[in-house]
């Protein structure tokens, strides 16, 4: 039996994104549901990044919708589609390394619906990493490589999105903060963020997410309930390196 | 000595004006890796919205303010004329500003994702036709600019060869321009759109992840560098005092060599690249070589390209993986 699901918040339908001749996505289609953690997982190139960028509004697919709260953001410019309530933090941390900490949030909260939540969303940032609080008018340049991670998550939320999309978030990390970042996650979630979470580290990711997507060079290659995933021999073998 | 000072005066009156023209060159570059040939025309036509505005509207103007700040004969007559030279300036800067929208949003935009060297190719292009359509427009014989400041009495220390002569025109553009780059500096560095800006010359893609309309910012980027260029148009109007459709082509490069030599994309380098330039020039023409004046731009770009391309005050991003 599966449980009650919330509604759809983000549908894909048949998505294919094309690099000049290259494809980098073969009909995608999957759905995210209202309060989940879902999380794709898969190889290098396998086009996680790529969904992601295709979301945001960074590519636009050749063919195929991708419905956010019940409308096709296809071809919605990507500024837009924040202030819609969908944040990507993106792959390789994107933090503006030329500004301060203080205000890398600040412009997080550029497209956020309610200015009055501003100062409780920065210091709810500040909350959860007490770090930035600390450092808020150093440059972003000068943090750690988990700082600036850390600040790619507070920087997001500063949105104050309804999805949140985290581009491979424990890239280069030591496993203790990527303990305490999944963690966070967790919390984020908790709190009413819907996730949605690439990640290679496909073992911790499928622990946390509710839902799991593999991905094999552009295609779908398998998806269902995280906790089945984790159970498959198929999955194990190829991808929790058992 | 009082000779030394007066170099340092007209260099600092003159690398005022480089460096209102040399922020548009860095902010533009900053922004879009863009050299903006179009730039010193946009000054030229700065210059022109103020004579054409002086021309028809000067006196109008200039009795307006003396009706309203009557205040004694003399002191009106000063302050009105400074008055007027602030309020064409404004025209000038509201008029450029507009020039630079147009010319993103025409020319530059539509070729946002072409390569680097199609834009530069329809920058010289912009370039051109102001240069042209400004000589069929306006004429192509240089034209006297009103002199609004020729009642005021220059103020002279010393005498003989110690003779120290500051021009109150000097001193209005250098105020001027130091006032126009500390509210651009506020506007940078403290405000959002400033934020936005910044965010947007470090990457586009990632500005737009956070919701901020990077065309917009840009186009206001151009704006902004534009109206600059317009107040420095004004003021070297009134400075040499004849202007014409060609006449921003030389300063025009000037300014951008200051802007590498400071370090392009950086605001503080272009001040500080301009003043260089300015004194520089003004030492040069001083000290016995006047005609070598103009290539003076061209060795230090050329030394600078050589010695730390990056420029003065250049930044190298490290990014951090
Ligand atoms: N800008 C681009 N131009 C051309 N090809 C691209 C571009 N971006 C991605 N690709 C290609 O699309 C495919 C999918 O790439 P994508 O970045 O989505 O992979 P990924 O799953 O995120 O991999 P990783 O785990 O290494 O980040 C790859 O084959 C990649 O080479
Ligand atoms: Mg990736």
């Given at each position: 039996?599966?449980?009650?699901k919330?509604?759809?918040?983000?549908?894909?339908?048949?998505?294919?994104?094309?690099?000049?001749?290259?494809?980098?996505?073969h009909?995608?289609?999957?759905?995210?549901?209202?309060?989940?953690?879902?999380?794709?997982?898969?190889?290098?190139?396998?086009?996680?990044?790529?969904?992601?960028?295709?979301?945001?509004?960074?590519v636009?697919?050749?063919?195929?919708?991708?419905?956010?709260?019940?409308?096709?953001?296809v071809?919605v410019?990507?500024?837009?589609?924040?202030?819609r309530?969908?944040?990507?933090?993106?792959?390789?941390?994107?933090?503006?390394?030329?500004?301060s900490?203080?205000?890398?949030?600040?412009l997080?909260?550029?497209?956020?619906?309610?200015?009055?939540?501003?100062?409780?969303?920065?210091?709810q940032?500040?909350?959860?990493?007490?770090?930035?609080?600390?450092?808020?008018?150093?440059?972003?340049g000068?943090?750690?490589?988990g700082?600036?991670?850390?600040?790619?998550?507070?920087r997001?939320l500063?949105?104050?999105?309804?999805?949140?999309?985290?581009?491979?978030?424990?890239?280069?990390?030591?496993?203790?903060?990527?303990e305490?970042?999944?963690?966070?996650?967790?919390?984020?979630?908790?709190?009413?963020?819907t996730i949605?979470?690439?990640?290679?580290?496909?073992l911790?990711?499928?622990?946390?997410?509710?839902?799991?997507?593999v991905?094999?060079t552009?295609?779908?290659?398998t998806?269902?309930?995280?906790?089945d995933?984790?159970?498959?021999?198929?999955i194990?073998?190829?991808?929790?390196?058992? | 000595?009082a000779?030394?000072?007066?170099?340092?005066?007209?260099?600092?009156?003159q690398?005022?004006t480089?460096?209102?023209?040399?922020?548009?060159?860095?902010?533009?570059?900053?922004?879009?890796q863009?050299i903006?040939?179009?730039?010193?025309?946009?000054?030229?036509?700065g210059?022109?919205?103020?004579?054409?505005?002086?021309?028809?509207?000067?006196?109008?103007?200039?009795?307006?303010y003396?009706?309203?700040l009557h205040?004694?004969?003399?002191?009106?007559?000063?302050?009105?004329?400074?008055?007027?030279?602030?309020?064409?300036i404004?025209?000038s800067m509201?008029?450029c500003a507009?020039?630079?929208?147009?010319?993103?949003?025409?020319?530059?935009?539509?070729?946002?994702?072409?390569p680097?060297?199609n834009?530069?190719?329809?920058?010289?292009g912009?370039?051109?036709?102001?240069?042209?359509?400004?000589?069929?427009?306006?004429?192509?014989?240089?034209?006297?600019?009103?002199?609004?400041f020729?009642?005021?009495?220059?103020?002279?220390?010393?005498?003989?060869?110690?003779?120290?002569?500051?021009?109150?025109?000097?001193?209005?553009?250098?105020?001027t321009?130091?006032t126009?780059?500390?509210?651009?500096?506020?506007?940078?560095?403290h405000?959002?759109l400033?934020?936005?800006?910044?965010?947007?010359?470090f990457n586009?893609?990632?500005?737009?992840?956070?919701?901020?309309?990077?065309?917009?910012?840009?186009?206001?980027?151009?704006?902004?560098?534009?109206?600059?260029?317009?107040?420095?148009?004004?003021?070297?109007?009134?400075?040499y005092p004849k202007?014409?459709?060609l006449?921003?082509?030389?300063?025009g490069?000037?300014?951008f060599?200051?802007?590498?030599?400071g370090?392009?994309?950086?605001?503080?380098?272009?001040?500080?690249?301009?003043?260089?330039?300015?004194?520089?020039?003004?030492?040069?023409?001083?000290?016995?070589?006047?005609?070598?004046?103009?290539?003076?731009?061209?060795?230090?770009?050329?030394?600078?390209?050589?010695?730390k391309?990056?420029?003065?005050?250049?930044?190298?991003?490290?990014?951090?993986?």
């Amino acid at each position: 039996m599966t449980p009650v699901k919330n509604e759809i918040v983000l549908s894909l339908k048949d998505v294919s994104v094309f690099y000049g001749i290259i494809q980098g996505l073969h009909n995608v289609s999957f759905d995210v549901h209202k309060g989940d953690i879902v999380t794709l997982v898969g190889a290098n190139g396998a086009g996680k990044s790529t969904t992601l960028r295709a979301i945001s509004g960074l590519v636009k697919p050749k063919t195929g919708q991708i419905n956010f709260k019940g409308q096709n953001i296809v071809g919605v410019p990507a500024h837009e589609i924040v202030s819609r309530g969908l944040c990507q933090a993106p792959e390789g941390r994107g933090i503006f390394l030329n500004l301060s900490v203080a205000e890398n949030m600040d412009l997080g909260a550029w497209a956020a619906p309610d200015k009055e939540a501003y100062q409780a969303n920065m210091d709810q940032g500040f909350q959860l990493f007490p770090r930035l609080k600390e450092r808020r008018n150093q440059l972003a340049g000068t943090l750690s490589g988990g700082e600036q991670q850390m600040l790619a998550i507070a920087r997001a939320l500063m949105s104050q999105p309804e999805v949140l999309l985290l581009d491979e978030p424990s890239l280069g990390l030591a496993p203790q903060i990527i303990e305490k970042i999944f963690e966070i996650i967790m919390d984020i979630n908790k709190s009413g963020v819907t996730i949605l979470l690439v990640e290679q580290n496909a073992l911790q990711a499928l622990q946390i997410a509710h839902h799991g997507i593999v991905f094999e060079t552009g295609v779908i290659k398998t998806q269902g309930i995280a906790a089945d995933l984790l159970r498959s021999d198929e999955i194990r073998k190829a991808y929790l390196g058992d | 000595m009082a000779e030394f000072f007066q170099y340092v005066i007209n260099g600092l009156s003159q690398g005022g004006t480089y460096a209102l023209v040399a922020l548009g060159y860095t902010m533009v570059f900053g922004i879009l890796q863009l050299i903006n040939f179009a730039h010193g025309e946009v000054y030229m036509l700065g210059a022109f919205t103020g004579l054409y505005t002086l021309r028809f509207f000067g006196a109008r103007i200039v009795e307006f303010y003396s009706f309203v700040l009557h205040v004694g004969a003399d002191q009106t007559s000063t302050a009105a004329a400074v008055m007027t030279a602030i309020t064409v300036i404004l025209i000038s800067m509201v008029t450029c500003a507009l020039v630079g929208y147009f010319v993103e949003r025409l020319a530059y935009r539509p070729l946002r994702t072409s390569p680097r060297i199609n834009l530069l190719i329809t920058a010289v292009g912009v370039s051109l036709f102001f240069q042209y359509s400004g000589q069929l427009i306006f004429g192509s014989s240089p034209q006297p600019y009103p002199d609004l400041f020729e009642n005021l009495e220059s103020w002279t220390f010393g005498a003989d060869e110690n003779l120290l002569v500051i021009n109150p025109l000097q001193v209005f553009v250098f105020a001027t321009a130091i006032t126009l780059m500390l509210i651009l500096r506020h506007v940078i560095f403290h405000t959002r759109l400033g934020r936005a800006m910044r965010a947007v010359s470090f990457n586009h893609e990632l500005a737009s992840l956070m919701g901020i309309p990077t065309n917009r910012i840009i186009t206001a980027t151009f704006m902004i560098g534009s109206s600059l260029a317009g107040a420095a148009g004004v003021m070297v109007g009134m400075t040499y005092p004849k202007v014409e459709p060609l006449m921003g082509s030389l300063p025009g490069l000037k300014a951008f060599c200051a802007a590498v030599l400071g370090g392009i994309g950086n605001v503080t380098g272009a001040v500080l690249g301009s003043f260089i330039l300015g004194l520089a020039e003004a030492f040069l023409s001083g000290y016995g070589a006047p005609t070598y004046k103009d290539a003076l731009a061209f060795a230090i770009l050329i030394l600078i390209l050589l010695v730390k391309p990056s420029g003065l005050l250049g930044v190298h991003r490290t990014e951090k993986v």
